[in-house]
């Protein structure tokens, strides 16, 4: 695996909006050798939703988690940790 952190967290809070989201990112390895960036998002305080995307190299889902990254701080998320 990588040794850069491939377990992000995001929030994004507005109570002006009574908007409380969370949004989670993490890098897992699969079964069958291959890599997974399992997305999960939803409000603060619930299950929310998850999808996940499999690729044959760790490279690749690396290019769609920084993808991502950057498009969910341009919408206001911030950073809160790793998971």
């Known amino acids: 695996m990588t040794q850069q952190c491939s377990n992000l967290y995001f929030q994004r ?3 002006s ?3 409380a989201r ?3 990112l993490s890098i897992q390895p699969t079964l069958f050798g291959e890599v997974s960036l399992i997305r999960a998002w939803g409000r603060i305080g ?3 939703q998850e ?3 499999h690729f044959a190299s760790e490279t690749d889902a690396l290019v769609l988690l920084r993808k ?3 498009r969910k701080s341009a919408k206001g998320y911030v950073f809160k ?3």
């Open 46 to 48: 619930t299950r929310g």
């Open 17 to 19: 909006r009574n908007m």
């Open 81 to 83: 940790g790793t998971c």
């Open 22 to 24: 969370y949004y989670m």
């Open 51 to 53: 999808m996940s995307h």
């Open 13 to 15: 809070i507005d109570p």
């Open 68 to 70: 991502i990254v950057r």
